[in-house]
């Protein structure tokens, strides 16, 4: 009987605090990334206009108060063979104003 009221009791206090989270909005933190995503696939596909798109990835990103920088692998694909970009986005995190694009080839 003893167990049985911490159990309830533990439950009750569970409930409560369940309710009281608010879910993020995903949604708005997907768009961002895929913005930038997409950005950095159009940059790549810029310069490497006859190619098809295999993979991409975020390498890593960096914050700072007057700039953040991305950096994106993208596989891509030409006729005769696969290869790698890397391209890094630099821009102003409130304005959202891209200051530079690098696309540079991976090295094999």
Do not use: C
């Amino acid at each position: 009987m003893k167990y049985g009221k911490i159990i309830i009791m533990l439950s009750l206090l569970l409930s409560f605090m369940i309710l009281e989270v608010k879910p993020v909005d995903a949604r708005g933190l997907t768009a961002a990334a895929d913005q930038w995503e997409t950005r950095a696939v159009k940059e790549a596909k810029k310069r490497y206009p006859l190619t098809q798109v295999l993979f991409k990835q975020k390498v890593w990103d960096r914050h700072r108060d007057k700039e953040s920088v991305k950096q994106y692998h993208i596989t891509l694909k030409d006729h005769t063979k696969e290869f790698g970009v890397f391209v890094t986005i630099s821009y102003n995190p409130y304005s959202n104003k891209v200051n530079k694009v690098i696309v540079v080839e991976e090295y094999s």
